[in-house]
């Protein structure tokens, strides 16, 4: 069984300062981990994943996240935002794929990230 | 290039009519999903298919729910009296293979509203 936690339903920072998605997971199997965002009227985009090997992940636009195996973690982080990056940020978790069974990803509840002008 | 697509891409039916939702994948991608997702919440896994066999149906929440995917490449969700909590939006995703580790690349989703 696997599940994702998503610590902040609503995180809002001003343009240019940092940004900090918590995350954290669940899963019987050595996981691999995404974060997909969502823009208004458009279709889930993955950001970057982690899949066992380099602990700190980088992904597009200047996204990051590290995962931490000790406190089950995941967080997405970012050094300065960006008004085009308000969107709906998903942390997911997939089993790892065995190929004989379940493959679905399993999504958190999303955060909803708002940038203030 | 060609992304996976979803058709309709907005649905009305009124309570009780059957609807079919459709899915065309990534040319070549082994693996699709559905996924539902209801207002205000994260994608839920429905069932996945790995070319044309439906490997799990775990996530189908009644059996008013079918997907079929006969010959591996284009995927049909179809929902049978629908009823008014089956309103949400519909995801299709696909992926190179079955492994967990791929990314699945989502379609822009049908959203069904049942009145």
């Known amino acids: 069984a696997q599940s994702v936690t998503q610590l902040d339903s609503h995180v809002s920072v001003s343009e240019g300062t940092p940004v900090l998605l918590r995350c954290n997971y669940s899963?019987?199997?050595?996981?691999?981990l995404f974060w997909y965002v969502q823009h208004p009227n458009k279709g889930l985009q993955l950001l970057l994943k982690y899949t066992s090997a380099a602990t700190l992940v980088k992904g597009i636009n200047g996204f990051e996240a590290e995962f931490k195996k000790s406190e089950t973690s995941f967080h997405l982080t970012k050094p300065s935002a960006h008004m085009s990056d308000a969107a709906e940020y998903f942390c997911v978790v997939s089993a790892g794929g065995s190929g004989g069974g379940a493959d679905g990803l399993t999504f958190g509840k999303g955060t909803h990230l708002i940038i203030q002008p | 290039g060609a992304g996976v697509s979803q058709s309709p891409r907005y649905k009305v039916a009124k309570r009780g009519q059957d609807v079919a939702l459709r899915c065309d994948p990534i040319s070549g991608h082994v693996s699709l999903f559905w996924y539902q997702q209801a207002l205000g919440q994260g994608p839920e896994f429905l069932t996945y298919f790995q070319n044309e066999a439906q490997l799990d149906k775990s996530g189908l929440p009644s059996d008013r729910f079918f997907a079929e995917r006969p010959e591996g490449s284009v995927s049909t969700l179809k929902i049978q009296r629908t009823q008014q909590e089956d309103s949400a939006v519909y995801l299709c995703?696909?992926?190179?293979?079955?492994?967990?580790?791929?990314?699945?690349?989502f379609g822009p989703g049908t959203r069904l509203t049942v009145l």
């Open positions: 995703a696909s992926s190179l293979d079955f492994r967990g580790a791929n990314e699945q690349f």
């Open positions: 899963s019987s199997y050595s996981p691999s």
